[in-house]
């Protein structure tokens, strides 16, 4: 489990609160001038230390606590996303609620085929950050759907950074692939219609 996460906000207007440049879609950057911590939190005095975290649906995250004095025995709390927030895995046990004008929102139309969003330019995090990426499917309903494929693409190139048959996917930005343009990228496998959100992340190694 990552130590930290922050939000990257680069996508939209949004990314003006922390502090990252508006720039057209098709060119956008992001640097480290602004980041806000993005890990839920348990707020039951009780269960204080958090362990996990997953998207219940697109607008609602559940979260794993239990106590500080008897670890052990886990309780789970859903909690809202607020208005105008989508819900992201960002890797196997932490997910969080982001600006849907900061995320990559796409879907797929109906179509079997491949969609992928925008892309995105990436550039080399300062050195006391990782760069990690999440994204996640779901259905017309909000609830997370699984789908054929979910990849992520360097330079509009097929990568060997995928999974299969799963509703997520989250990974950490490898060094080689800086100063590239990443895009994301699902196989629905069926003609409903799915929708994705993706985002970007800061680990404060």
Not at 51 to 62: H, L
Not at 119 to 132: M, R, W
Not at 173 to 185: A, G, P, V
């Amino acid at each position: 489990m990552f130590a930290q996460l922050y939000i990257i906000y680069i996508f939209f207007l949004v990314s003006a609160v922390v502090g990252i440049p508006v720039v057209n879609l098709q060119n956008q950057t992001f640097n480290t001038d602004g980041f806000v911590s993005a890990r839920p939190k348990c707020t039951d005095p009780k269960n204080a230390k958090y362990k996990s975290s997953v998207c219940a649906t697109r607008k609602s995250v559940r979260v794993s606590c239990e106590s500080y004095n008897n670890p052990g025995t886990a309780v789970d709390t859903n909690f809202s996303c607020g208005d105008g927030e989508s819900c992201v895995d960002i890797d196997s046990n932490d997910a969080f609620c982001v600006d849907d004008n900061s995320a990559q929102e796409w879907e797929n139309n109906q179509s079997f085929e491949r969609v992928c969003s925008a892309s995105v330019l990436l550039t080399p995090p300062q050195e006391t950050f990782q760069l990690v990426a999440g994204m996640t499917t779901y259905s017309t309903t909000g609830d997370p759907i699984q789908v054929v494929e979910l990849e992520v693409r360097y330079d509009d190139n097929d990568s060997d950074d995928f999974v299969l048959q799963e509703n997520n996917y989250s990974l950490t930005i490898k060094q080689e692939n800086f100063s590239r343009k990443i895009s994301f990228c699902f196989f629905a496998g069926t003609q409903e219609k799915v929708q994705a959100v993706a985002s970007l992340a800061y680990v404060l190694m």
